[in-house]
């Protein structure tokens, strides 16, 4: 449906990276965990323990928690 509804869509992902509800990230190539917590203004500790990561490493295509 996100193809069908774009700017929908777009309009979904914005309200629920606002509402205080956690979100979805899928980890890209060239990722790190600093690199998702800037892109989405959260901390690396705050993603840590959203996802029991206990280390650095996280892996392309792995789908993280984002507290806001």
Do not use: C, M, W
């Amino acid at each position: 449906h996100v193809a069908v509804f774009p700017n929908r869509y777009q309009q979904y992902v914005e309200q629920l990276a606002t509402d205080g509800n956690p979100t979805d990230y899928v980890v890209q190539r060239g990722d790190s965990l600093s690199r998702v917590a800037r892109k989405t203004g959260s901390t690396i500790e705050a993603i840590r323990a959203a996802n029991g990561v206990k280390g650095s490493l996280i892996l392309v295509g792995q789908l993280l928690r984002i507290p806001n």
